[in-house]
Nanobody, 122 residues
Framework: QLVESGGGLVQAGGSLGLSCYAA????????MGWFREASGKEREFVAA????????SYSDSVKGRFTISRDNDKNTVYLQMNSLKPGDTAVYYC?????????????????WGQGTQVTVSS
């Protein structure tokens, strides 16, 4: 079970941090990812982090602004979002994939959270 938190309303240029807690003892063996889904659009890849935390991947649209990290002792993955833009407005989902790669396709992820809303006002 994955539970996201930390969404909310922020002005353009501001920052927000998301957290995703994963119940279960196998957390450290999963690649973790963040996706987002804006109203009327398909779910898109945002960032992923390997099981060890040593490898990360970002979409071009967030590279340099967002940072994904994880704490395996706390079973938690984080997404720090800086320099937010109105185009970042979406429901953000965390997901877990039983793989040592960094998949960007949503159908490669096995488990999903319920999502948390992020709204960036102009």
């Amino acid at each position: 079970q994955l539970v996201e938190s930390g969404g909310g309303l922020v002005q353009a240029g501001g920052s927000l941090g998301l957290s995703c807690y994963a119940a279960g003892r196998a957390f450290s063996s999963y690649c973790m990812g963040w996706f987002r889904e804006a109203s009327g659009k398909e779910r898109e890849f945002v960032a992923a982090i390997s099981w060890s935390g040593q490898s990360t991947s970002y979409s071009d649209s967030v590279k340099g602004r967002f940072t994904i990290s994880r704490d395996n002792d706390k079973n938690t993955v984080y997404l720090q979002m800086n320099s937010l833009k109105p185009g970042d407005t979406a429901v953000y989902y965390c997901a877990a994939a039983a793989t040592h790669s960094l998949p960007v396709a949503h159908d490669e992820y096995n488990y999903w959270g319920q999502g948390t809303q992020v709204t960036v006002s102009s």
